[in-house]
């Protein structure tokens, strides 16, 4: 009678991980195991694998108009603060660093296309007895060129995150 118990509470101990995996359900972008908000919310069960959420950090929506709302995030409320004169010499720099790396990727743009001749580069080698290699040759050209692409849009992007440069008084 003992072993019969003691089986049962060792088995029981070990579907327990099993039991702790309630239902989840996807409202949107929000995530819950309460079956009487899904249901009025119209949520759909999310099936397969486990589901982790991180609490996220909440907005503050009551803000007054007198705060002047900018699209700038502001810092996490325990980081240093840092002076404004500080703050538009660290704009500078990066906005610099930005330029540089731009006239660089801008450059490297202008090799590949000049390289890359409208899709018809010069054959190379074995090229000429291996048309193959020439094809895969042109198509890594062609993705290299949409890379660098994308990294100058990518620059742009951030270069236009900046704020504008301000001239000394």
């Not at 660290?90 to 890359?116: C, I, M, P, W």
């Amino acid at each position: 009678m003992k072993t019969a118990s003691l089986i049962f509470l060792a088995g029981s101990l070990i579907a327990l991980p099993a039991l702790a995996q309630e239902r989840v359900w996807r409202c949107g972008n929000e995530y819950t195991n309460n079956a009487t908000i899904a249901q009025q919310k119209g949520c759909k069960v999310m099936e397969g694998g486990n589901v982790t959420v991180v609490q996220g950090t909440k907005s503050s929506g009551g803000g007054s108009a007198s705060s002047g709302s900018s699209s700038a995030a502001r810092a996490p409320a325990g980081s240093p603060r840092v002076e404004g004169v500080d703050q538009r010499a660290r704009d500078g720099e990066a906005r610099s660093v930005l330029e540089s790396e731009l006239k660089k990727a801008e450059a490297r743009q202008a090799e590949l296309q000049k390289e890359y001749n409208n899709g018809e580069p010069e054959k190379q080698g074995s090229e000429g007895r291996n048309y193959q290699k020439y094809l895969d040759r042109v198509a890594e050209m062609k993705a290299e060129l949409a890379r660098n692409e994308s990294d100058i849009a990518g620059i742009r992007r951030e270069i236009g995150r900046l704020p504008n440069k301000q001239q000394p008084q």
